[in-house]
Structures are given as structure tokens and as C-alpha cells.
């Protein structure tokens, strides 16, 4: 049986809310994510519901936020909404975003924040400063949500 990233990142959120901390030296490159082992048990313990529902659940609904900015900033690039919609009814219907970006977390957060940046670059309504300010956290984020995408960026 092959293992999926999802079953491995379950197994260290549930280390984590199992230990009460995150074990930081536990040598795996999925246990070094934020995303993984701080947010989805927070998540978890938070909602006070289990991880299964975190992943069929919250992680599918902030997937959903993807294609939305993205429209926004093919919108704002093009001043063409037929286009905008094209463009990202292209990236939905890839098999990589409805079948690994919506069910594995690090490749939602990373995608999230890569398409918050992106929006954040082509934003003509917010200021340079807040720019700035947001492109940092966003670019943070994303080169420790997920290691793949960090060499995309």
C-alpha cells in the first residue's frame, strides 16, 4: 500500500494534538510545515472536531478560496472577465487542484498563499505600503507551507 501525503500529514497533526506540542525533531520534511502541524491542530482543537473533519471538511472549503483570488487577479491583469473565468476554470479542472490541492493541506496553503501573492502583486486598490507589508507575509508563508513550492516561487 502506497502512502499519500494526506495519511502522513494526519499522522503528525495527530502527534501533535496526542503530544500537546509539536515535536520539532522528528527528522520529515512534512513534520517541518506550519500548515500541517500547528494550523490543523488548532483547527482540530479549536472546532473541537476530529481530524478526519478537519481534511473532508475546512481544508476543502479554504481550497475554495483559490480560484477566487485567482479570478480577481486575472481580473485586475486583464480588465477581461470571460478571460479571467477561462483562465481559472483551467486551473480547476486540472487534475492536480481537484484531486491533491483540494485534499492535502500543504499543497492548499501553498497555493493559497502563492495565489494571495499573486494578487497582492496585481491589486491596483491597495497601497504600496500595505503591498509591502502583505507580500512579505504572504511570501513567509508560503516557503514554509510547503517545500515545493517554495522553488516554484
Given at each position: ?56 471538511l475546512i481544508v476543502p472549503i479554504l481550497s475554495a ?64 505600503v500595505a503591498k509591502r507589508g502583505l507580500s512579505v ?17
Amino acid at each position: 500500500m502506497r502512502l499519500t501525503d494526506n495519511i502522513v500529514e494526519y499522522y503528525f497533526s495527530n502527534v501533535v494534538i496526542t503530544n500537546g506540542f509539536w515535536d520539532s525533531s522528528i527528522p520529515n520534511s512534512i513534520n517541518a510545515m506550519p500548515a500541517i502541524t500547528i494550523i490543523i491542530p488548532v483547527l482540530s482543537e479549536t472546532h473541537k472536531i476530529s481530524l478526519v473533519w478537519v481534511y473532508k471538511l475546512i481544508v476543502p472549503i479554504l481550497s475554495a478560496f483559490i480560484p477566487v483570488t485567482l479570478y480577481c487577479a486575472y481580473k485586475d491583469i486583464g480588465n477581461n472577465d470571460k478571460i479571467a473565468f477561462l483562465s481559472t476554470f483551467f486551473l480547476t479542472s486540472m487534475f492536480f487542484y481537484f484531486c491533491w490541492v483540494s485534499v492535502t493541506m500543504k499543497l492548499m496553503s501553498g497555493t493559497l498563499f502563492l495565489s494571495l501573492l499573486f494578487l497582492t502583486m496585481y491589486d491596483k486598490k491597495i497601497s504600496p505600503v500595505a503591498k509591502r507589508g502583505l507580500s512579505v507575509i504572504y511570501a513567509f508563508s508560503l516557503v514554509t507551507s510547503f517545500y515545493g513550492w517554495s522553488y516554484v516561487f
